[in-house]
Each structure stands twice: as C-alpha cells, then as structure tokens.
C-alpha cells in the first residue's frame, strides 16, 4: 500500500550513504542551527530505518532532552537522547524540527528528583486537517505528554561527538553535572538523517 504522505516528504539524497561516509560529507555544525527557518533542512543524508514523522512508535525509548520554543517565528525544537532508541540506531541524538506551530502543549505529574529522564513509551504521528500531530507519551507514571500541531517538520539522525556509549544516571546530579554527557542546543554534531515534511506543498 502507497503511504500518501510520501508525496510530502523530502529526502536529502537517493543514493544511501553508510555513517562514515555521512560524516565525511557533512561538516560539523552547531545543533540550534537546524532551528533556523532558512536553513535547507532536506539537504542532509538519506530517510532513517523508520520515520517519525509518519510511523508511529519510531521514537520508542528514546528520552526527551529539552524542548525550545520560538514564539516570534512559531518554531519548536525537540532535542532526543538515542543512546536508548529501540527504532532508530545511527546517531546517539535527534533533532526534531517544526515551522509554522498551530498548537502545542505539555502535561505531566511534579516530580521528586532534580533531572527526570523522559523516556518515550509512545509516539504517534498523523495528518490533521492538513497539518501534521506528533504526539508524545512519556514515562516513568504516572507519566507526561507533548503534543505539536504544525504545518512543517523535520527530523534530523545526529552524532555528537565525544559522547559516551551510554547517556549518563541522573540520579544525584544536577544540569551542570551532566553537561558534557548529553547534547545541548550548542553542541557541535554530524549529521546522519534527514526526513522533511511540509503540508503548504500539497496542491
């Protein structure tokens, strides 16, 4: 069966690039770039194994890192720890990118411990009068939700370098403590993946 969003979704190049050769052509950048609204987001590397943008439970067990919001340009940036990924493997960091947000909204449980590793249990995306819905469940429970509505989004598959196999315990530590563990918005990175979706191209 032909997915019918295939027809709204960009790829950077068709001919498959292994990870090393991904890195050799693409240079190391800055992560809070890809925010950038006039940034050629489609340009980098081939779709990953699964889609976050049109496949549900792509993102399963990845953990939400940070989430930053631009209201004057209607811009969200979600940034994901992969170490932990079940679905997508190449790269330890995600970037999802959105342009053009209708709607988005958090809700989730006070929690006890200074740093709360999001972990992903669900995540589900799907076309909404023309527009596309991410939509996020996290534990531990009781657990929280995010939800975008926006009219563009990207996803980016990254390496950070110098990160550690495996994402650091956040128990007994605090954000300064675990800076040089995970990636930030200033974190240098190599790009691996790339899938774009925008809804302004249906005809």
Do not use: C
Request: proline content about 7%.
């Amino acid at each position: 069966m032909i997915n019918p969003w295939l027809s709204n979704v960009s790829y950077g190049s068709t001919t498959p690039l292994s990870r090393l050769e991904a890195k050799a052509k693409n240079p190391i950048m800055k992560i809070h770039r890809l925010l950038l609204p006039t940034l050629q987001q489609h340009a980098y590397g081939t779709p990953p194994d699964m889609d976050p943008l049109t496949e549900n439970g792509a993102l399963q067990e990845t953990q939400l890192l940070d989430l930053r919001f631009d209201a004057l340009t209607l811009t969200v940036g979600l940034l994901f720890e992969l170490r932990t990924a079940l679905q997508l493997r190449d790269g330890n960091t995600g970037v999802l990118v959105a342009h053009g947000v209708r709607e988005l909204s958090w809700s989730g449980p006070r929690r006890a411990t200074n740093l709360t590793a999001w972990t992903v249990g669900e995540s589900t995306a799907r076309r909404e009068a023309g527009l596309l819905r991410l939509d996020l469940g996290m534990w531990p429970a009781p657990g929280a939700q995010l939800s975008v509505l926006t009219e563009r989004a990207a996803f980016f598959s990254v390496d950070v370098p110098d990160l550690d196999v495996a994402p650091p315990n956040y128990s007994d530590v605090d954000r300064a403590g675990i800076a040089e563990k995970v990636a930030g918005w200033d974190s240098d990175f190599h790009p691996i993946h790339t899938v774009y979706f925008d809804a302004t191209d249906d005809g």
